[in-house]
């Protein structure tokens, strides 16, 4: 048996031919949906990117109890646990962050891992007088050392995006006659800067003689109409070209008649808006649906289900069992998500309802027609802590005075009888989530979730289950607290 998991970040799904995007031109995303199963109703789980990994690997949520960080000593891998039945794991990928302080565990877990330089920022080509090391903005630092890294991006072959597709390739056609492996190809694709060749723009013509670039803000829509318009277009160039990609493993699975013995998912981590409820892109925001609810496509040759749509929920926890499920591996007992086999084979739920946020932002639960929204039940988003024994936020580690007061924490259900440190969490600078209340959607009549509803007892459900879905991840007391919810 083997297995393939192409992963974009910041797909969105509204804009993929087999969801209803009729204006991107994504013909092989198309052609995907002709050879698998199509779900619904995917819902990210933590976010953003290395919680969401973390997800991939445990198969349990990360957000209530830390933020950004690498995997834990406690974690379960999955990649890992198949290594250690005798499965090859190969991550080949041109997401930086995995290089980083905050994800300095996750690659590590493979069997073996190939890393492709050059995405956002990444602290690649070293040219002193571009002047990065003066700037101590950690944003404009990493925009600045991007336009050092496009000097070198200077050709279709030299994109990170395209070598990762090739290296990934490459793996399938070596070990296109053994057994045993998974294959992880993650292109960082289409997260921003939307950053393409000439080609790709030119699928998408319009005059514009703005200079807005292709790098959104994460703040509010403050623009005019035509810089939105062009971001929109230069995403979609790259949309399309993620989606030249992807054709070329669906052509080498047809080539070598891979599709008898290899399962394949095709994911995201999470969507990005791009001037919907006057925001742009995630994190300072509600999750909306446009951030929340992803495309998720997969082919199960057990099954032999294609072409087929399927409404029953499902989430990034439920990746990891579904992979070890299939190489007859037992899941661990800390993992939450379930195997989707028998939902890929005749739609059977998975789960009641699905479980979803950020740390220190909105506790989110959807249940298929429902979408409620908990936000903090004070304006200080308070307390919150995070627990951890990797000490490390996105591209630094914590800073002494954040450590200077630390606590032990007790055993969590899911950390083996290790103790954690607790460690005080305030909001960042711009993102006081706080200012947000608390919404309930029914997507039935309001599918743009643009009408909020006031429903008491439709609340009182949905509260029940967000309360039993904290409960049974083992969600730290002060996280009730902090949204005013009951602890017992």
């Known amino acids: 048996m083997k297995a393939i998991m192409v992963m974009f970040d910041s797909l969105n799904r509204r804009m993929l031919q087999p969801y209803g995007g009729d204006w991107v031109q994504t013909p092989n995303f198309a052609r995907l949906a002709e050879r698998a199963v199509t779900f619904e109703n995917a819902f990210i789980g933590s976010m953003p990117c290395m919680p969401a990994r973390r997800e991939l690997h445990t198969g349990r949520y990360n957000f209530l109890h830390r933020s950004w960080g690498p995997l834990e000593p406690f974690d379960d891998s999955m990649p890992q646990i198949l290594d250690d039945n005798g499965i090859h794991s190969h991550l080949v990928t041109d997401h930086q962050h995995y290089w980083e302080d905050g994800g300095a565990t996750y690659h590590t877990r493979y069997t073996t891992h190939e890393f492709v330089r050059g995405q956002e920022g990444d602290p690649w080509m070293g040219v002193v007088d571009a002047g990065v090391a003066r700037d101590r903005d950690r944003n404009f630092r990493t925009r600045r050392q991007d336009q050092v890294n496009r000097d070198y ?7 990170p995006q395209a070598q990762t597709f090739s290296k990934g390739i490459d793996f399938i056609r070596t070990n296109a006659d053994a057994d045993n492996w998974f294959l992880q190809i993650e292109t960082f694709d289409p997260h921003e800067p939307f950053f393409t060749q000439p080609g790709w723009k030119e699928r998408y013509p319009h005059e514009y003689d703005g200079d807005f670039g292709d790098w959104p803000p994460y703040d509010r829509v403050t623009q005019p109409d035509g810089d939105i318009q062009h971001m929109r277009y230069e995403y979609a160039a790259l949309m399309t070209m993620c989606d030249h990609y992807l054709g070329r493993v669906l052509d080498v699975m047809d080539e070598l008649n891979l599709w008898e013995d290899t399962m394949l998912i095709v994911n995201t981590d999470h969507g990005f808006l791009l001037g919907e409820h006057d925001w742009w892109a995630k994190m300072r925001m509600p999750w909306y649906n446009e951030l929340a609810n992803i495309p998720l496509f997969i082919w199960d040759p057990r099954a032999g289900i294609v072409g087929e749509r399927r409404a029953s929920l499902a989430q990034t926890i439920d990746l990891p069992a579904t992979l070890l499920e299939y190489f007859n591996v037992e899941c661990p007992p800390d993992m939450q998500g379930v195997p989707l086999r028998e939902t890929i084979a005749n739609d059977a739920p998975a789960r009641e309802a699905a479980l979803y946020g950020l740390h220190g932002g909105h506790v989110n639960v959807a249940d ?36 200077s007061d630390i606590e032990l924490q007790a055993p969590f259900d899911f950390t083996k009888d290790c103790q954690t440190m607790k460690i005080a969490a305030h909001p960042l600078p711009g993102r006081m989530l706080s200012d947000f209340e608390t919404f309930l959607f029914d997507l039935a009549a309001d599918p743009g979730q643009l009408n909020p509803m006031q429903d008491a007892a439709v609340e009182a459900d949905m509260t029940d289950k967000l309360v039993e879905l904290m409960r049974a991840n083992d969600a730290p007391p002060e996280q009730y607290q902090r949204l005013g919810l009951p602890t017992s």
């Open 153 to 159: 991006i200077t050709d279709e072959s030299l994109m």
């Open 368 to 403: 298929g027609r429902h979408v409620y929204m908990r936000a903090a039940a004070n304006e200080t988003n308070q307390p919150l802590y995070n627990y951890t024994l990797m000490a490390t936020h996105m591209r630094y580690r914590f800073g002494v005075r954040e450590l």
